[in-house]
């Protein structure tokens, strides 16, 4: 019998979607299980993208597009970035992908070396230490915890970088701990990069649209490292379209051209009638979906509040994305039935077979004293989900 590749071997699953599958598999036996384990939306796409999606139907957009994406839709990114972030690219420099989580592989693929260094700040996204070391690359973890804020700084940053760092990653606001860079915070982050013109940043920007506490800020804006940045967006988070998967990357013309012709090999273009309908998302003004961003905050208010009064559950306030991560080491070495929680993975499993509901353990992002909790769900959901964990963690003595 034939062997899988030693790559797939070595890989890690998905932390957040085994736990999504566990608890589907729990849902389908008849548990009552309520899952704040993925980073999906519950509101359904807005009406006018669906709608633009129809009319690409009817307007019979049934063939190959283009590998990096229409000239429509990239002009559309250039307009976006413009209006909304000030910057300035040309079309050449925008590649469409099947999601960001694809533009994100490609980058891995088209700039890493074998034995090349990532630095990542922790606590990062899933896949990216898996993407990163896939393409061979070693990934360098900067850790942070809940007294900074779960930011990094650029003291850590240079004591981390080496002759082998080849890029540096991060996400704002941030998946999963929902933290956000200010402005000020990632001009000090910039000065340290400038001194390393061989470094490429990969700004990670999927959740730019919830933003609770201002204009979103990218570290691309400071003129003298934008050539050294890569932005990866998408429209899953802020649109709504998980489902329709499409992301993109704005980048030196150099590396644009490079994930282009991997993309070439590996998927080709994009659903088309997914960028036609995208070309409408980002064309409007971002007013038309701020009704989410409003949701997001009361729903974020309650579950901060329903956690505040969990003995042992320490929480900030994250003024980005829809999740929040707590800080839950003080159920570490209490047990309940002989079962004694060692970790954060142990808490999770604890949490989902005795409050029914599903988290992910902190480990799967970098650090081991956390679990994120998505709130994507409806308020009276979560106020009995943070009523299920409270009565699950006080079983453990």
């Known amino acids: 019998m034939a062997a899988i590749s030693e790559r797939i071997e070595k890989m890690a699953p998905s932390a957040t979607l085994e736990m999504a599958k566990k608890s589907r598999e ?24 669906q709608d633009a999606a129809k009319k690409a139907i009817d307007e019979r957009y049934f ?14 990114i250039c307009h976006k970035f413009k209006r909304d972030n000030n910057l300035d690219y040309k079309p050449s420099q925008i590649v469409v992908s099947t999601g ?30 898996e993407q990163i ?11 942070t915890d809940i007294d900074s804020d779960y930011k990094v700084t650029a003291p850590q940053l240079e004591e981390k970088i080496t002759p082998k760092t080849k890029l540096v990653i991060y996400s704002s606001p941030c998946n999963p701990s929902g933290s956000v860079f200010t402005k000020e ?37 400071f003129d003298f ?18 489902g329709w998967r499409l992301g993109y990357i704005a980048a030196p013309q150099w590396i644009a051209d490079a994930c282009t012709k991997f993309q070439g090999q590996i998927t080709s273009g994009a659903c088309s009638i997914t960028q036609r309908a995208v070309i409408e998302a980002i064309g409007q003004s971002t007013d038309k979906v701020s009704y989410m961003v409003e949701a997001f905050r009361e729903r974020k ?57 599903s988290v992910v353990t902190g480990e799967a992002f970098g650090t081991d004293k956390n679990i994120r909790i998505s709130y994507a769900a409806s308020d009276e959901t979560l106020i009995e989900a943070v009523k299920r964990i409270k009565e699950a963690l006080s079983l453990l003595a």
């Open 26 to 49: 729990l849902i389908e036996q008849g548990v009552d299980v309520i899952s704040l384990s993925l980073g999906e939306p519950d509101f359904d796409t807005p009406q006018y993208v």
């Open 185 to 221: 915070e990632l001009l000090s982050l910039a000065n340290v990069i400038k001194d390393y013109p061989s470094i490429t940043v990969i700004s990670d920007e999927i959740y730019e649209l919830i933003n609770f506490d201002g204009t979103h800020q990218s570290i691309a804006q």
């Open 63 to 76: 063939k190959y597009p283009p590998v990096n994406g229409y000239l429509e839709l990239r002009e559309a």
């Open 301 to 357: 208010k309650i579950v901060i509040d329903g956690l505040s009064q969990i003995e042992g559950v320490i929480c900030n306030n994250p003024p980005g994305a829809f999740y929040v991560y707590p800080d839950i080491s003080y159920y570490f070495g209490k047990s309940y039935q002989g079962k004694t929680i060692n970790n954060a993975s142990d808490l999770s499993l604890f949490i989902l077979d005795h409050g029914r509901v």
């Open 225 to 242: 490292i934008k050539d050294q940045v890569i932005i990866v967006n998408g429209v899953s988070k802020g649109y709504s379209m998980t």
């Open 100 to 129: 960001a989580k694809q533009s994100l592989a490609n980058i891995f693929m088209s700039l890493i070396n074998p034995g090349d260094e990532v630095i990542v700040f922790a606590p990062y996204w899933v896949s990216y230490y």
């Open 133 to 143: 070391r896939l393409a061979g690359g070693i990934p360098v973890i900067i850790s």
